[in-house]
């Protein structure tokens, strides 16, 4: 089974996944942040440098595009694959975002069962003409969301899904509306998974993965499961992945290795200390989870206003802190 490291706007960022798997590994897949395609068919800076291949030496990158166009979509797929030679594009279908779902992207897209249809009807009818012409068609995966509003939606998303060649489902099984709150509903996605499963296409499933037992009892369910994603759990324990394949944990040493890595590398490329510690400070509202015994030392590390006063502090929590993962 594989793990990939999911993707998360402003923090996995192309240093962050680099370090990632130098020093830590374990993860079969790094996932881009969205692009959001658009009539342009161009890519910003932040863009080109996550997509850069230069950039992500030593492990495999996966390029995600959200969308709701499917001409723009076979634009951008046809993009990265010829500039960049991805034989992989994800659709983002899951975005809960207000902002994304107010345009019928991300999660948005499967709001409505005849424009998820229509989308994906226009999407490979395109790219069957450009396989016609002789072109090298990328793999297309798709992440989702069960439904919108309800769990019960996910019955006529699949019947959608079924009709066409999507190579691989990364399947969060909640609603937007639940965003990433309550349970995640295990028996919908037992559902959609034996269904796409007898269809042949590759099951990865997503969500609240965090421990190692974690991965073990989904593994333990699902045996044939192709895939875990997971971004919050890696980002606690960076370890993750490492650790269940039978690798050692963590220790503080690395974690502040890894940390202080991530602050030089910010620090040289943004300059301005504000802004590269509300980097560090994003990260380690998740990172925080992976230490306790120490509340005052996080609280101090947070009062910095200073990329030397922070330093000096993340060291100092880090080492009077109890590794708990």
């Not at 991805?86 to 005849?114: F, H, Q």
């Amino acid at each position: 089974m594989q793990i990939f490291f999911a993707p998360m706007e402003g923090i996995t960022s192309v240093s962050l996944r680099s370090l990632h798997a130098k020093i830590f590994g374990g993860c079969d897949k790094y996932f881009t942040p969205f692009i959001s395609t658009n009539d342009s068919v161009k890519l910003n800076g932040r863009e080109k440098e996550d997509v850069d291949p230069d950039n992500s030496k030593g492990y495999t990158l996966v390029p995600q595009i959200i969308s709701n166009d499917p001409d723009q979509s076979l634009l951008y797929i046809k993009l990265l694959k010829e500039r960049y030679s991805y034989d992989e594009i994800n659709i983002n279908m899951g975005c809960p975002s207000g902002t994304v779902t107010a345009k019928n992207k991300g999660s948005g897209l499967i709001r409505n069962t005849d424009l998820l249809d229509e989308y994906l009807d226009g999407l490979f009818e395109g790219a069957e003409k450009l396989a016609g012409d002789g072109f090298d068609l990328p793999d297309i995966t798709v992440k989702t969301r069960i439904g919108y509003y309800s769990e019960d939606e996910y019955k006529n998303i699949l019947d959608v899904f079924l009709r066409y060649p999507v190579k691989q489902f990364i399947i969060h099984p909640r609603t937007r509306n639940e965003f990433y709150g309550g349970s995640v509903h295990m028996d919908v996605f037992s559902a959609m998974y034996d269904e796409l499963k007898k269809k042949g296409a590759l099951v990865c499933y997503n969500g609240d993965i965090k421990t190692v037992s974690d991965l073990e009892d989904i593994v333990k369910r699902f045996p044939d499961l192709d895939a875990v994603m997971t971004g919050r759990g890696i980002l606690t324990d960076p370890s993750l992945g490492r650790r269940f394949r039978g690798g050692r944990g963590v220790t503080r040493e690395e974690y502040l290795e890894y940390m202080e890595s991530l602050l030089d590398i910010y620090s040289g490329r943004i300059g301005n200390d504000k802004f590269v510690l509300a980097k560090m400070k994003d990260l380690w509202n998740f990172s925080v989870n992976a230490f306790c015994g120490n509340e005052k030392g996080y609280k101090e590390m947070c009062k910095a206003v200073s990329v030397e006063s922070y330093r000096i502090c993340m060291r100092q929590y880090i080492r009077n802190s109890d590794l708990r993962v």
